[in-house]
């Protein structure tokens, strides 16, 4: 017959088992729900390859911490696996208020912690300029805030409070899925840490601006997960054409800076995550954030 302390060892035992489950599933979800994102994979069809798309992120098995997986040659969207489930849905610009609907992301991850972007926001001016200052050079970014104000007013936000300051892009693709994905100011990109992707600001908002969004070389989008409003910190820079479901929302175009990209393309990734995405050897770490204009 079982002792009270053999029975205490047997609920500590399965208590301690089920933490261990439940872990696993939620790494395995980050996996799947991380690039464009932070990921959960769709197949989408690039230029002839199947390409498993789920943050960019964040992150695309962290990606890949975003990434699913669906055959040899398929490769997770960005996605922002920090993002994954807010629990209260977030709400897109309301023209009347003029507002947008931040909402604090209760799903986990690593968060940096820097407050909630004001929720009023203007549509003027139509376009800001973002300027990535990187060890390798600046990037620059034309905004669309007309469109994507929300997106715009959160990038803002994190600029001003020195939030991407020191953060290294975690997340390059390669010529048959051609985007950098940045924004996790926690990941380390050394192609070892399972954590990279899963970092983010502790809220998330809607996607904007989808309506015939394309994903073409020179466009700058925000990660996510599958799931709706679970757009964070994440962005990927895109220096090819990506067949991606119009799901990520585009805020804006790459006007300085593709040939920074293509050089860190070149160099190739640390670590592939079996989709042929990996943290880039040519190591991009943005040193500063700056948006002129004032929204």
């Known amino acids: 017959m079982a002792t009270g302390k053999d029975r205490q060892k047997q609920l500590a035992r399965e208590h301690h088992e089920r933490q261990l489950q439940r872990r696993i599933e939620r790494e395995q979800k980050a996996k799947r729900t991380a690039i464009i994102g932070s990921t959960v994979g769709v197949v989408v069809v690039v230029g002839g390859i199947v390409a498993a798309v789920a943050l960019l992120g964040g992150d695309p098995a962290k990606e890949a911490a975003a990434s699913p997986t669906a055959s040899a040659q398929e490769t997770s969207a960005p996605q922002d696996t920090a993002s994954a489930s807010p629990a209260a849905q977030a709400k897109p610009y309301d023209p009347k ?64 409070k020195n939030y991407y300051d020191g953060s290294k892009c975690h997340r390059l693709g390669s010529d048959k899925f051609p985007m950098l994905q940045c924004g996790d100011p926690t990941a380390k990109a050394d192609g070892k840490s399972s954590g990279d992707g899963t970092g983010g600001p502790g809220y998330v908002m809607a996607e904007e601006n989808l309506k015939g969004a394309a994903y073409k070389r020179g466009v700058m989008a925000m990660a996510k997960t599958q799931a709706p409003g679970s757009t964070g910190s994440q962005f990927f820079l895109v220096y090819g054409d990506i067949g991606l479901t119009p799901d990520y929302t585009p805020v804006g175009t790459i006007t300085k800076g593709l040939d920074i990209l293509d050089k860190v393309n070149k160099a190739g990734v640390i670590g592939d995550a079996g989709d042929g995405t990996g943290a880039p050897k040519e190591t991009v770490e943005i040193k500063d954030v700056t948006i002129a204009g004032k929204s």
């Open 97 to 160: 208020t003029g507002t947008c609907g931040y909402v604090a992301d209760t799903a986990g991850g690593n968060v940096k912690n820097v407050g909630m972007p004001p929720a009023k926001v203007s549509l003027k001016p139509a376009t800001r300029l973002m300027t990535l200052k990187t060890n390798l050079g600046d990037i620059e970014v034309t905004l669309d805030n007309a469109k994507a104000p929300c997106t715009v007013n959160s990038l803002a936000f994190l600029a001003k």
